[in-house]
């Protein structure tokens, strides 16, 4: 009896460490590898309206979670938009009215330039952690990538995202396909990875398809074309001044 006791002592500890990470700790894991204080970026949405495409171009300096400026340079008609999000509010300015307005209330729900992205995603805070516990739902293969399937459901109310199902590379830590839910359990926008980059010690989205399921149409593609981080990035960008520049 004596004998065989560490014997049992190890067999009971075996499933434990069969188990794996638990969910908590892989957000945390995709959360450093995703993060980044400073960047700057070039990107493209091919937005796949149910009449036309078209692609809208721009390029976005952020600092942190709560500070970003966008400007759009093309197509033409949207060529000189301006945005700015200072932790929970964002304003847009228009050359075209020469006004600068809050987007505020319901308006965070309109879509953004007429793609599947609305100015509400553009609000969420990046940090998942913040927003979501995370469960183990699976063990995936992806696209020839092992991935874990997780689980993540909201610790706040006041969130557009009920939950989510990410699928995380199990080796770069990135996610490559996401679900997003209602409360009510319907899907409501989908997102998947088609080309993946590193840059530094980070592994990034080079290019997504974004889906509305609730829209017409085939989606928004996402483009990254010229990525910059820890860049020097000037305060004075992070100013309402800034926006009529």
């Known amino acids: 009896m004596i004998r065989s006791l560490p014997l049992l002592l190890a067999l009971s500890a075996l499933p434990f460490r069969l188990q794996g990470p638990s969910g908590d700790e892989l957000l945390r894991k995709v959360d450093q590898n995703m993060f980044s204080e400073k960047k700057i970026v070039l990107s493209r949405m091919v937005i796949h309206g149910r009449r036309e495409t078209r692609t809208v171009e721009s390029k976005s300096w952020q600092r942190g979670t709560s500070e970003s400026y966008t400007e759009f340079l093309a197509p033409a008609r949207e060529k000189g938009t ?41 609000m969420e805070d990046p940090h998942l952690p913040n927003l979501y516990s ?38 770069r830590y990135l996610a490559l396909r996401e679900n997003l839910y209602a409360k009510s359990g319907r899907l409501l926008k989908t997102a998947d990875v088609r080309e993946v980059m590193r840059v530094q010690n980070h592994w990034l989205a080079k290019s997504l398809l974004y889906k509305d399921v609730l829209k017409e149409g085939e989606g928004t593609e996402f483009y990254v074309d010229s990525l910059k981080l820890d860049a020097q990035i000037p305060d004075y960008l992070f100013s309402k001044a800034a926006l009529r520049r």
């Open 134 to 171: 995370a469960t183990v739902a699976s063990q995936e293969l992806l696209r020839g990538r092992d991935c874990w399937v997780l689980d993540l459901k909201s610790k706040k109310e006041d969130i557009a995202y009920d939950h989510r199902q990410i699928w995380v590379d199990k080796e």
């Open 82 to 122: 301006k945005m700015l999000k200072l932790t929970d509010m964002l304003w847009e300015f228009s050359p075209s009215t020469d006004r600068t307005i809050m987007i505020s209330g319901h308006m965070l729900r309109q879509s953004l330039m007429g793609s599947d992205l609305s100015y509400e995603d553009m």
